[in-house]
């Protein structure tokens, strides 16, 4: 119901249009915030800190440090219908900016969806936070629900270490991991600019990556990086390589770019991406496609229990 036609609404009428307007939201979501978003004149009830409220949704504005900045417009669409049918399941979060004014800390896909449902309100939980406290925020929500690849997660962490001064024992506590593997992630950022997009393409894979780094030269870094694109080396092979010390192959036997370009059928990185996020949101849960040089490769569908594989299995049946 828009703000226009509520302010037509009688009093007697009014209980009845705000339980009309929360409904499918679940009857604990509804007895937390029903009634917390009214209006007295022309003058929206401000919300106290820590609650959880109706906001409108013009009046909340995008995350100016959301790392993420594509959405899947099929996924959003989906959303929205559930969003029409179900109503909004988890608030947004969102911090208070002035009157009537809020900027978005978490929920931009709830957000977006909502206004594509055309949705006046949504549930939100206020709560103070400063700007780096936003960019924290969004970054650990970004490496913790995102599909990202390795080069990504490190980058981000990296951001976390540079940008919100946090040392690497404090980022461990902030996204749930040990030093080292926090460790791991940003030494990967040394390694030359070719392996990196190698990594983030999928072209090879974390553990690659990391036999690759214990190499110091970095032309053998690169020299072993174009053999396992050449040979399609597993982890274990290039692991062996780097310990017997014949990291670096013959020059004769090294591929040049042009050859490991010729062995390799090329799929655009924009359509492996795309294809990620499109099977990811379809399953609910990060999928993985990788490549290979003949144009073959493999579908990874990450599962987190017995439930959630036959969920997947579920959605795999035919209709």
């Not at 995008?62 to 959003?76: C, G, I, S, V």
């Not at 989906?78 to 929920?107: D, F």
């Not at 896909?109 to 960019?135: E, F, N, V």
């Not at 996204?175 to 983030?200: A, C, F």
Request: hydrophobic share 40%.
């Amino acid at each position: 119901m828009s703000e226009t036609n509520e302010e037509k609404t009688t009093p007697a009428a009014a209980p009845a249009a705000a339980k009309r307007k929360i409904g499918g939201l679940g009857r604990g979501l509804n007895a937390l915030i029903e009634g917390s978003y009214e209006k007295k004149g022309e003058r929206l009830v401000s919300h106290p800190m820590n609650s959880v409220g109706f906001i409108p949704v013009a009046h909340i504005e995008a995350n100016p440090y959301q790392p993420r900045t594509h959405f899947d417009q099929e996924a959003l669409q989906e959303l929205a219908e559930s969003i029409r049918v179900q109503g909004i399941i988890q608030p947004v979060t969102v911090r208070q900016m002035g009157t009537n004014s809020y900027q978005l800390i978490s929920g931009e896909r709830r957000l977006q969806a909502s206004k594509l449902a055309g949705l006046d309100t949504i549930p939100a939980y206020i709560r103070k936070a400063d700007d780096q406290q936003m960019l924290e925020m969004a970054l650990i929500e970004n490496i913790q629900r995102e599909n990202l690849n390795a080069i990504e997660i490190a980058l981000s962490y990296q951001r976390l270490v540079s940008e919100c001064n946090l040392k690497q024992e404090e980022l461990g506590d902030r996204v749930g991991k040990n030093r080292s593997t926090v460790t791991n992630y940003l030494r990967l950022l040394k390694l030359p600019p070719d392996i990196q997009i190698g990594l983030r393409d999928t072209a090879i894979s974390m553990g690659h990556a990391r036999a690759l780094i214990n190499i110091e030269n970095a032309d053998q870094q690169l020299a072993l990086f174009h053999r396992i694109l050449a040979e399609d080396l597993s982890v274990r092979k290039v692991e062996q390589l780097v310990r017997a010390g014949g990291a670096a192959p013959k020059a004769a036997e090294a591929p040049t770019a042009q050859q490991v370009q010729e062995q390799q059928v090329h799929i655009p990185v924009a359509e492996l991406r795309r294809t990620e996020r499109y099977l990811s949101d379809r399953f609910g849960s990060k999928v993985l496609v990788k490549p290979g040089p003949q144009g073959n490769g493999e579908i990874k569908i990450a599962f987190d229990s017995v439930e959630d594989m036959q969920r997947i299995l579920h959605i795999l049946q035919p209709a």
